[in-house]
């Protein structure tokens, strides 16, 4: 037997809406989540920005909408380099950086920033003088308004730049190297 069950909102037992339904079909929770909503964001690195050796540094991701970049429910600032979390909710946060070498013997860290604390850091260590390249990963709860930032640090001895091109060649489409993403995997 089948069958069509026909509401526009679902209540527990004491009456609280746990969620609705609009014309459109999108399921909706009080906690501001939508069913299909997941708060996706790619911001990428514009261009290259200056490092210099042993100093912390915010790195200016500046655009969502070139090449990979999309943030379809602007849920980061290219203006202040950061995610803001619409949501209370538990995010899935991905940050990669590639530098041009600072010499021998360098020492890179990075780290998740989350309303100016650190939440979440990286780093390693690289002998000879390619260039560097290096990735975080890792789920951070934030509360509504919550904002994570990339924060990097390079001792080699010497000022070098975050990159955002590859050395792939003329493949078409971004290739940028220095990129911050993420989504909502559980809302809170």
């Given at each position: 037997?089948?069958?069509?069950?026909?509401?526009?909102?679902?209540?527990?037992?004491?009456g609280t809406a746990a969620m609705t339904i609009n014309t459109?079909?999108?399921?909706?929770?009080?906690?501001?989540?939508?069913?299909?909503?997941?708060?996706?964001?790619?911001?990428?690195?514009?261009?290259?920005?200056?490092?210099?050796?042993?100093?912390?540094?915010?790195?200016?991701?500046?655009?969502?909408?070139?090449?990979?970049?999309?943030?379809?429910?602007?849920?980061?600032?290219?203006?202040?380099?950061?995610?803001?979390?619409?949501?209370?909710?538990?995010?899935?946060?991905?940050?990669?950086?590639?530098?041009?070498?600072?010499?021998?013997?360098?020492?890179?860290?990075?780290?998740?920033?989350?309303?100016?604390?650190?939440?979440?850091?990286?780093?390693?260590?690289?002998?000879?003088?390619?260039?560097?390249?290096?990735?975080?990963?890792?789920?951070?709860?934030?509360?509504?308004?919550?904002?994570?930032?990339?924060?990097?640090?390079?001792n080699g001895g010497s000022s070098t730049t975050i990159s955002n091109?590859?050395?792939?060649?003329?493949?078409?489409?971004?290739?940028?190297?220095?990129?911050?993403?993420?989504?909502?995997?559980?809302?809170?």
């Amino acid at each position: 037997m089948t069958g069509i069950l026909k509401v526009d909102q679902i209540q527990n037992n004491t009456g609280t809406a746990a969620m609705t339904i609009n014309t459109a079909g999108q399921v909706n929770f009080p906690n501001g989540m939508t069913g299909e909503n997941k708060y996706p964001f790619v911001a990428l690195l514009g261009s290259n920005q200056s490092l210099s050796s042993s100093t912390n540094t915010i790195v200016q991701y500046n655009t969502t909408n070139a090449g990979a970049g999309l943030d379809p429910s602007s849920v980061f600032s290219t203006s202040n380099y950061r995610f803001i979390a619409p949501i209370s909710g538990y995010y899935w946060l991905a940050a990669n950086v590639r530098t041009a070498n600072q010499g021998a013997n360098a020492r890179v860290d990075m780290i998740f920033l989350k309303n100016g604390a650190g939440v979440m850091a990286q780093g390693q260590n690289q002998q000879g003088s390619n260039d560097m390249g290096w990735s975080a990963m890792g789920i951070i709860q934030c509360a509504a308004n919550d904002y994570i930032e990339v924060m990097v640090n390079a001792n080699g001895g010497s000022s070098t730049t975050i990159s955002n091109t590859s050395n792939t060649g003329n493949l078409g489409g971004s290739q940028t190297m220095s990129w911050f993403l993420g989504y909502l995997i559980q809302a809170t």
